[in-house]
């Protein structure tokens, strides 16, 4: 298992209160749970606005997670992030490197 740090920018279009769980992080942690990874920590920043539009949008919710995954598994993640409609960006990094 790796660590691993990864930012997600999120549609602003899903309304939650900021106590209590994120549908679109909540079906994230499913996903790295399911592959047999564990989530350490999660940080909501809240909505900003972002630096250009991103799909019409001028603003995204900001969510940090530091999980534990098989480094093979990955690419698997990202495709997943990639297809769902709701994260506007995402970025993975191994902290440290």
């Given at each position: 298992m790796q660590d691993y740090e990864m930012v997600l920018v999120i549609s602003p279009e899903i309304e939650t209160a900021e106590e209590e769980s994120h549908p679109t992080v909540d079906k994230v942690v499913k996903l790295i749970t399911n592959k047999g990874g564990s989530i350490d920590e999660i940080n909501r920043w809240g909505k900003r606005r972002l630096a250009y539009p991103i799909k019409h949008f001028i603003?995204?919710?900001?969510?940090?997670?530091?999980?534990?995954?098989?480094?093979?598994?990955?690419?698997?993640?990202?495709?997943?992030?990639?297809?769902?409609?709701d994260i506007l960006r995402h970025l993975l990094i191994r902290p440290g490197s």
């Open positions: 603003e995204g919710e900001y969510v940090l997670t530091h999980f534990k995954l098989d480094p093979n598994l990955t690419h698997e993640l990202e495709a997943s992030l990639k297809l769902n409609e």
